[in-house]
């Protein structure tokens, strides 16, 4: 079974660049026909499709996100990376990366298999 572990800073100063980790074991990020998303979950809302990068390394990204955000992989270490800028408080939350095989790769519901998640504060 697929485990997910997400890493990162825990905490951001405004305007800075959030990157965050996602170790995947148990499977393969290349496998056909997977989207390896990063889903985040502002507290006390539901959790938001930011993007993906699919078994072939072509990314996709939600309009809300794509101006800041970049999604990256390292096949050698079976890592998928995120990349946002300039952040401010409302980008406090817990982030997740997560697989599904699903075309509808940008509804959250489509996700069976979950990391424990990394939470980020953004404050100075």
């Known amino acids: 079974q697929v485990q997910l572990t997400e890493s990162g800073p825990g905490l951001v100063k405004p305007s800075e660049t959030l990157s965050l980790t996602c170790t995947v074991s148990g499977g393969t990020i290349t496998a056909n026909f997977y989207y390896w998303s990063w889903i985040r979950q502002p507290p006390g809302k539901g959790r938001e499709w930011m993007g993906a990068i699919d078994y072939s390394g072509k990314t996709y990204y939600s309009p809300s996100f794509k101006s800041r955000t970049s999604i990256s992989r390292d096949t050698s270490e079976n890592q998928i990376t995120l990349q946002l800028i300039s952040v401010t408080p409302e980008d406090t939350g817990v982030y997740y990366c997560?697989?599904?095989?699903?075309?509808?790769?940008?509804?959250?519901?489509?996700?069976?298999?979950w990391g424990q998640g990394t939470q980020v504060t953004v404050s100075s």
């Open positions: 997560a697989p599904t095989n699903s075309y509808e790769y940008t509804d959250v519901r489509e996700y069976a298999f």
